[in-house]
């Protein structure tokens, strides 16, 4: 039998059958560098961070600053930043990475999947031909290609770069 090696999923492993964190990881990562947290862009109401655990290379969230756990909390200028930043992502990992398509989406409630319920998140998945195989269903494994430290060392410039095209700061 073949052994995948992927010692960073360890963490993600623990966390989910811990109790439940006392801070909010989407409320605290702000207050990092943008390193440190994995931040691609800051805009005035939301930024966009790079899944630390993801479900393919280049699985970006964009969130507000506000800590709401509903869509319909979000105001118009959060609604509208959120969109705007989601565009300049997309161009860039369309640049970088080339894929085919994108799954973009929101798990609203625990039952629908979000592992982070307590506070709003787009998740921005691009997606390849091919890119679901045998590994998730046989081997309960999904393969990335790359190191997420390393997809956001290429990827932020190129998301700087679209946002700021846009008019944005």
């Known amino acids: 039998m073949d052994v995948l090696y992927a010692p960073w999923r360890f963490s993600y492993i623990k966390s989910t059958v811990s109790e439940e964190p006392k801070a909010c990881i989407f409320c605290e990562a702000p207050k990092k560098s943008d390193e440190e947290a994995l931040i691609l862009l800051r805009g005035e109401y939301v930024y966009a961070i790079m899944n630390l655990y993801p479900y393919n290379t280049g699985h970006v969230m964009i ?10 909390e979000l105001s118009v200028d959060e609604a509208l930043e959120m969109h705007k930043m989601t565009i300049a992502v997309i161009e860039a990992i369309k640049e970088l ?18 592992g982070i319920d307590k506070h ?20 309960g494994v999904k393969v990335l290609s790359q190191d997420v430290k390393e997809t956001y060392r290429s990827l932020k410039p190129l998301a700087e770069k679209y946002w700021h095209q846009r008019g944005n700061k």
Not at 63 to 72: A, L, Q, W
Not at 97 to 114: C, D, Q, S, T, Y
Not at 127 to 134: A, E, V
């Open 120 to 139: 709003i998140h787009l998740h921005i998945v691009p997606r390849w031909n091919g890119d679901t195989n045998f590994m998730p269903i046989i081997g």
């Open 97 to 114: 990475l080339k894929p085919h398509g994108f799954n973009l989406g929101f798990n609203i409630g625990r039952v629908a999947g979000a």
């Open 63 to 72: 969130v507000p600053y506000r800590h709401i756990s509903d869509y319909t």
